[in-house]
Nanobody, 112 residues
Framework: VQLQASGGGLVQAGGSLRLSCAAS????????MGWYRQTPGKQRELVAL???????SYDDSVKGRFTISRDNAKSTVYLQMDSLKPEDTALYFC???????WGQGTLVTVSS
């Protein structure tokens, strides 16, 4: 497995979760990394992106609530999700942009 995602779960609205995505060293070092999410019947959408140099960008719906980061020593990208809302409920995927690789989804469920 080249990308291994974890950290999803059930949380109440207003709570927090942290997603992790571990990658092999060669993939991590060469790729910008992203987190996407998908709900039934909808297309997968980009939530956050971090470049190899650490520059970040976010979808407007999560700005100020989610933080993407990467630990180069651990070849891992994180998504810290705070102030979660029911509409954040989705299957979350990590992505290695250049190599077009996807991790398995991790389910985040936010109850109201």
């Amino acid at each position: 497995v080249q990308l291994q995602a974890s950290g999803g779960g059930l949380v109440q609205a207003g709570g927090s979760l942290r997603l992790s995505c571990a990658a092999s060293v060669n993939i991590f070092s060469l790729n910008n990394m992203g987190w996407y999410r998908q709900t039934p019947g909808k297309q997968r959408e980009l939530v956050a992106l971090i470049t190899r140099g650490g520059t970040t960008s976010y979808d407007d719906s999560v700005k100020g609530r989610f933080t993407i980061s990467r630990d180069n020593a651990k070849s891992t990208v994180y998504l810290q999700m705070d102030s979660l809302k029911p509409e954040d409920t989705a299957l979350y995927f990590c992505n290695a942009v250049r190599d077009r690789l996807w991790g398995q989804g991790t389910l985040v469920t936010v109850s109201s």
